[in-house]
């Protein structure tokens, strides 16, 4: 047993009113333990309390009864014995009446009665005793907010716990329980006298129990709370939000039908509240009430429940417009939440009556009125608002009243369907003499619109009955009376549908009765299967309607949108009941002779598309121009066309999209401006569409494509594409591209193969060997440049499609022919087609340094290919020049007899090699050192002009001056491509070889070789050029390596952006050695090396500020002046004025942000000396 | 001999000034207690601030919109809430003509007679002066019937003379740089 003066001093803790919260939870948790280790048992506890349970100080008594509670609460899992509960119950009990100390008496009732029965549970009597004494002593509503908690909880767990026990108060306990959740306020509490009425309903269930006398007394009470509302305007103040509250009163109210003659008229009044939430709420509660009283008791208020819904929907319905849905849904009206809770009502009520509520709205005058009168309202744009509104409620009200049970279904149809048909012109009776059957039915003039629009109504909601999951097993609708009707007439309703979509009444694009026509076509066909409303041939010429409007009316978009949606719907339809639709009856007869089976994939729907005689003709059209192209239907096309296809399961659809789009794409006009949005589109879908991630990156798409494409071409030799729809190639190539980079290396081998033998049997060829003939007499040059222009459309694409191909392969992947490959690249990039010079360097970037296995002759490894590179084509290095490659060098003097502008083959060729160099410095080869060395005499070969044999015809002799500078400018520019990162090659996405910090190296090789060619020219041609080089390779090269060198680099960068501010065409290039110079501006190391040169940097910048072309360079200019006044003050002072008079005209900019930064720059200057800004 | 009596005379005049300032400091303070002109100010909700568009515009001039941006955040010298939390300044009180190179500034005392008016312009004036090109002609002028004196207000704010003179005193520059510079708010 543990020492009494250890536990003694916790109680006297916890008593002590001064002590903190901390502290006494941790004495009742000191306490418990004892207890639960039986070290102290509950009898000394009690024992030595005492003078604390009795005292008559009230604090002390109520903080000692308190502890005692909290105790027995942390003992609730502790088996105690009977003795002691009984003692203890009848002391909490009794200690119920002692009001100042009252919330230990009620925590101890409560720890108690909830005891699980294996630890011992309060016997009945003592139960009742507890009740008496609730009843008799506590008013609860003069307690406070967490007492009253408290009360509650205890009545609900007495309720809950002991409904024996309590049943037997009978009246006293309805009434006490009245009385205690009379006039609450509080949410929390509300949640539970709410709950605690539920319980008693349930205590009480009988029509002549005690709560039958009380039911009006307690719904007074209840009844004001209704709709809930709260005084607090925010919600999230209180921990129980408004929809749980009113959702726990709709819950009590529907707790029992005794509540019936008093909760609905109270609802029905409250409808016709002006609070839009009062009605919400009143319909909500009133379907819930309905579904919980029975039908008993509702039957009284049908009349007054239908006329309140009639009120709200039909004669005064609250409904919106909404603008973008046009016809789509619903006449454009969108049903506001009374609408929608008023036909949820509806529903309810219809399905509970079991007939008789069904015929109070078909008997109805109102609603009978509007039906006959609709003869008055024919053609659409006729009908007023108002009068569209009730009409949309009608059909609204009508397809409630179908979808809800066959039996009200099987009623409308008898009361309003043959008059509809009337209206439509059918007659239901004799099915087979209506006019329309015939094949070419014209409606005559115009067709009542409303009956249209309530017949499709109709069609929906009862393939909404038919579809819905509840009616299993499926009873014979074709047996019910409205199977037997809509079967009669479906045909001719199908006619008349398909006579709405006709062209001469579908002229208006934004047709009313086109887009019901296509709705009632979509609704007849999507019934399920056995449940058909349409026999096969009329199910047949739906669809044939349908693929028709979508092959034919391209330029009707309106209506061509709405077949497309509607075949979509019934394609998914399909393939959600694959055997329960016609198709299976229909399909085997057609394909048994299928045209190209090859070509067809299985899937249901679409293997329907195809036999349709429409759709194939359209994809197998040849040469033929197609309705699609026309118009704007064709962008419509694709995307819906793909999405319907990559909407279905089967993969085979998506490459059957492919082959159609890339048979359209070649075989039709696409000079288009969609065509090149549209491949985007195409690769969107295809390659970073869920469909292919899902699939684990399955390459079948991406190499169907690519094949597919290839197969085109092939079969295609008339190529009529505008040679200026070059965006429509660039799409294409990266779509190629994209596809061949997710290929793995035995797909690529397949597409480059197949890729090859199209281009061995194209033109390309005899024009490669025309042009690499050696014959270098001057006619046959010029018979080459006649031919270069002839370089055809078709071999342009097969050129730049196949270099895609070449770009996006894998190193692994075993390149057939390799060396002829590589000839034709170098033919092509002469020619200056640059994807060609891309080919090369990504090939010669990707090439097995050896071969393994067997080396065929025609098979190439790279030292070899570098080799052939360098021998065989028509860059080198000048005769004459410094530098000398040896083993490489070539005869430069016949490429300058062969062609009479050499210049600018030297121009493409310099461009090539920039591409072979960036491959080659990418894998780290050492053969970079060579074309680099190239490129730098290319650019500095201004001096040596005078030597070299000029050739030229002295009339071309101002324009090759002209162009010379233009091939030291792409030599020059030839740096930037080695350096920065392409998107279109030679990249990760491409399988690049990168080697870590090859930029770095690279910088580290040129730039001292720059810098000395800076110190040894003082020509201003060959100095600007190679300011531009060190501007390029600068600008790339990560910011650490500059750092490192900063000093030496600043004064060669003032250099070149001092020789560049003259050419408004290098403003990119001052831009990116501008960020540069800030680079170095704001890191800690660089800022020394700028110190340095203060002076110099700040006048350059200062010429930047006034920079007149671009803005951000102005801005960034001001920026590095303001960063510049971090430096240290001696170096800085003497600058001050020249900055703040600069930026005084800085101020004056045209631009804002350049102000904003000048104010900013000001500021930062002025402060270094003082906050004066004069000077 | 002499220089140290220099010397010692520096010391005092040192010595002077951090006693001028003590006594300042206490005037201030028994102003801030006291003596505040307008001591429940109406402090309204800082707008929000409008993101300049980063795409270029072609006309890109100068806005009322700028130059509220500069003069917003002054802050009040007698409250630590800045001119636009007292409504002393809005958008609309702004108007600029960029080919005639002026801009006026029309500003509303919180109260009638208050002194601090003139104080409030000449941080206007100081600012608008780091902010815009020395071309523009700037004119400050309180809100018509806004102020009791509002003539020689407008008067001695708009007087070259009479600016550059009020900014020599010493207590005035200081009190006009804490405004402007100031990071209370």
Not at chain 1, 1044 to 1051: G, M, R
Not at chain 1, 1132 to 1150: E, F, N, Q, S
Not at chain 2, 82 to 111: M, Y
Request: aromatic residues 8%; charged residues 20%.
């Amino acid at each position: 047993m543990a020492d009494p003066t250890q536990w003694v001093k916790h109680v006297e803790l916890y008593v002590n009113s001064s002590s903190t919260a901390a502290q006494q939870a941790a004495s009742v948790d000191a306490i418990a333990n004892l207890l639960k280790n039986d070290l102290l048992t509950l009898e000394a506890l009690v024992r030595e309390m005492e003078m604390y349970l009795t005292t008559t100080d009230s604090t002390i008594r109520s903080r000692g009864i308190l502890l005692l509670a909290e105790l027995l609460t942390q003992l609730k899992s502790k088996r105690l014995n009977d003795a002691s509960i009984e003692s203890l119950i009848g002391f909490f009990t009794e200690r119920l009446a002692d009001w100042k100390a009252l919330r230990g008496a009620i925590v101890g009732c409560l720890s108690l009665l909830r005891r699980k029965s294996h630890v011992g549970v309060v016997a009945d009597d003592k139960v009742k005793a507890v009740v008496q004494s609730y009843l008799q002593n506590l008013q609860v509503q003069s307690l406070g907010q967490h007492d009253r908690k408290l009360c509650f909880h205890l009545m609900e767990c007495l309720l809950d716990r002991y409904p024996a026990a309590v049943r037997d108060l009978g009246d006293n306990l309805i009434y006490g329980i009245c009385e205690a959740i009379d006039g609450e306020r509080d949410p929390q509490c509300l949640m539970l006298s709410f709950r605690i009425v539920q319980i008693l309903a349930g205590l009480f269930p009988g029509p002549s129990g005690p709560l039958a006398d009380f039911a009006g007394d307690l719904f007074g009470i209840l009844g004001c709370y209704f709709p809930i509302h709260f005084t607090h305007p925010k919600e999230e103040d209180v921990d129980v939000k408004r929809g749980e509250l009113s959702r726990a009163l709709m819950l009590t109210y529907a707790s029992t039908p005794l509540f019936a003659p008093f909760s609905i008229p109270l609802l029905l009044e409250k409808l016709s509240s002006s609070l839009p939430l009062t009605k919400v709420e009143s319909f909500k509660y009133l379907s819930y009430c309905t579904s919980k009283y029975g039908v008993e008791r509702m039957a009284e208020h049908f009349k007054t429940l239908w006329s309140s819904v009639k009120d709200a929907t039909y004669v005064s319905p609250e409904t919106n417009l909404s603008t973008e849905a046009g016809f789509m849904s619903e006449m454009g009206f969108q049903d506001s939440d009374i609408m929608k809770q008023a036909f949820v009502l509806l529903q309810e009520l219809v399905q509970q009556s079991n007939g008789s509520f069904i015929s109070l709205i078909l008997e109805d005058e109102d609603i009978k009125i509007f039906m006959n009168s609709l003869n008055q309202y024919e053609d659409f744009d006729n009908i007023p608002i108002d009068i569209r509104q009730r009409l949309h409620a009608v059909g609204r009200i009508i397809s409630v009243c179908i979808n809800t049970s066959i039996a009200s279904c099987n009623k409308v149809f008898e009361s309003f369907f043959p008059l509809l048909m009337t209206y439509l012109g059918l007659s239901v009776a004799k099915p087979h003499e209506n006019s329309c059957l015939a094949e070419d039915y014209n409606p005559p003039g115009r067709l009542n619109f409303g009956a249209l629009y309530l017949c499709v109504e109709v069609l929906s909601a009862c393939r909404y009955l038919v579809g819905s999951d509840e009616l299993t097993p499926i009873p014979d609708f074709a047996n019910q009376t409205w199977g037997v009707m809509l079967h009669n007439v479906s045909k001719s309703l199908a006619m008349v549908f398909i006579s709405l979509l006709r062209s001469n009444v579908a002229e208006n694009s934004q047709n009313a009765y086109v887009c019901y026509g296509v709705k009632g076509l979509q609704n007849l066909a999507t019934f399920p299967g056995s449940l058909l409303a349409v026999s096969k041939s009329t199910y047949d010429s739906i669809l044939l309607k349908l693929m028709s409007v979508v092959t034919s009316d391209i330029n009707k978009t309106f209506l061509w949108t709405l077949a497309m949606n509607a075949l979509v719907e019934i394609g998914s339809f399909l393939d959600k009941y694959p055997n329960n639709t016609p198709w299976s009856q229909i399909r085997h007869p057609r394909q048994s002779t299928p045209r190209r089976p090859s070509l067809y994939p299985t899937g249901p729907f679409f293997g329907y598309c195809c036999s349709c005689p429409r759709l194939p003709n359209f994809i197998d059209t040849g040469n033929k121009r197609h309705p699609y192209v026309d118009g704007g239907g064709y962008d419509l096309y694709y995307p819906n066309l793909i999405n319907l296809n990559l909407g279905s399961s089967k993969s085979l659809n998506v490459t059957f999209s492919c082959q159609l789009f890339c048979k359209s794409l070649l075989l039709e006009d696409p000079s288009l401006p969609a065509t090149a949005g549209e491949i985007q589109l195409i690769q969107k879908h295809l390659f970073h569409g869920p469909r292919f991630h899902k699939s684990g990156g399955s390459e079948e798409i991406p190499l169907n494509f690519a094949l597919s494409i290839w197969d085109k071409i092939e079969n295609n030799r008339s190529f009529n594409l505008d040679s200026l729809e070059n965006e429509l190639l660039d799409a294409t190539m990266m779509a190629m591209k994209q596809a061949v980079g997710s290929c793995s290396e035995g797909s690529q081998e397949k597409i480059i193969n197949k890729a090859l033998g199209v281009l061995l049997s194209s033109n390309c060829l005899q024009w490669m060997e025309s042009i690499s003939g050696n014959t270098p007499s001057e006619a046959e040059g010029l018979q080459q440049i006649h031919k270069l222009d002839s370089f055809a459309i078709r071999d342009e694409w097969i050129t730049s499609l196949f270099a895609s191909i070449v770009i996006a392969l894998r190193p692994q992947t075993y390149i057939q022919n390799g060396k002829f490959i590589l000839q034709f690249f170098i033919t092509t990039l002469l020619n200056g087609h640059v994807p060609s010079a891309q080919a090369l360097g990504s090939l010669v970037n990707k090439l097995p340094l050896k071969i393994t296995g067997t080396p065929l002759s025609k098979n190439l490894c790279l030292d070899e290919a570098v080799d052939m590179i360098f021998h065989s084509c028509i860059w080198t290095s000048y005769n004459g020049s410094t530098y000398e490659r040896g083993s490489s060098e070539i005869d430069l003097s016949s490429l300058r007899l062969c062609s009479l502008s050499p210049e600018s083959d030297k121009i493409h060729a310099t461009i090539g090699l920039a591409w072979i160099g960036k491959g080659l410095l990418m894998r780290g080869h050492e053969k970079v050192k060579d074309i680099t060395m190239t490129l730098l005499n290319c650019m500095i070969s201004d001096g040596d002009r005078g030597s070299l044999p000029n050739s030229k015809h002295p009339s071309l002799v101002c324009n090759d001056e002209d162009l010379h500078h233009q091939l030291m400018k792409s030599a020059a520019d030839a740096f930037h491509i080695i350096m920065s990162d392409s998107e279109s090659c030679l990249n990760k996405r491409y399988h690049a070889t990168i080697r870590p910090l090859y930029k770095q190296r690279f910088s580290n090789t040129v730039m001292p070789i720059l810098s000395t060619l800076m110190l040894k020219y003082d020509s201003p041609s060959i100095r600007s050029m190679l300011c531009r080089a060190i501007a390029y390779v600068v600008s790339d090269t990560p910011l650490t390596a500059i750092l490192s060198e900063a000093k030496k680099l600043i004064p060669l960068l003032l250099d070149c952006l001092s020789m560049m501010v003259e050419d408004i065409m290098n403003k990119e290039i001052i831009y990116s050695v501008l960020l540069v110079i800030s680079g170095i501006l704001v890191d800690k190391n660089g800022q020394d090396a700028v110190a340095e040169n203060a002076h110099s940097i700040v006048n350059q910048l200062i010429e930047l500020t006034t920079y007149p072309h671009m803005m951000v360079i102005r801005e960034t200019a001001v920026q590095c002046l303001a960063a510049i006044s971090e430096l240290p003050y001696t170096r800085i002072y003497p600058l001050r004025t020249l900055v703040l008079r600069a930026m005084l005209k800085a101020l004056d900019d045209p631009k804002w942000v350049v102000r904003q930064e000048a104010v900013r720059c000001r500021q930062a200057w002025a402060s270094i000396a003082s906050r004066s800004l004069h000077f | 001999m002499q220089r140290k009596n220099v010397i010692r005379f520096k010391g005092r005049l040192k010595t002077r000034g951090r006693e001028r300032e003590r006594d300042r400091d206490r005037d201030r303070e028994v102003e801030m207690t006291l003596g505040l002109i307008n001591a429940n100010p109406v402090v309204h909700a800082k707008k929000e601030r409008v993101a300049r568009t980063e795409e270029p515009h072609d006309d890109d001039a100068i806005d009322p919109l700028e130059i509220y941006e500069y003069v917003r955040d002054i802050r009040d010298p007698e409250h630590p809430y800045s001119l636009e939390q007292l409504s002393v300044l809005s958008e609309e009180s702004i108007t600029v003509d960029e080919k005639l190179g002026r801009i006026l500034i029309t500003f509303t005392p919180t109260i009638q007679h208050c002194s601090m008016a003139t104080v409030i312009g000449l941080c206007l004036r100081e600012k608008l002066k780091d902010c815009f090109h020395p071309h523009f002609k700037v004119d400050i002028k309180v809100a018509p019937g806004s102020h009791a004196d509002e003539e020689s207000v407008n008067k001695q704010l708009n007087d070259k003379e009479r600016v550059a003179a009020a900014l020599e005193i010493p207590n005035l520059r200081q009190l006009v740089d804490e405004c402007l510079y100031s990071s209370e708010l």
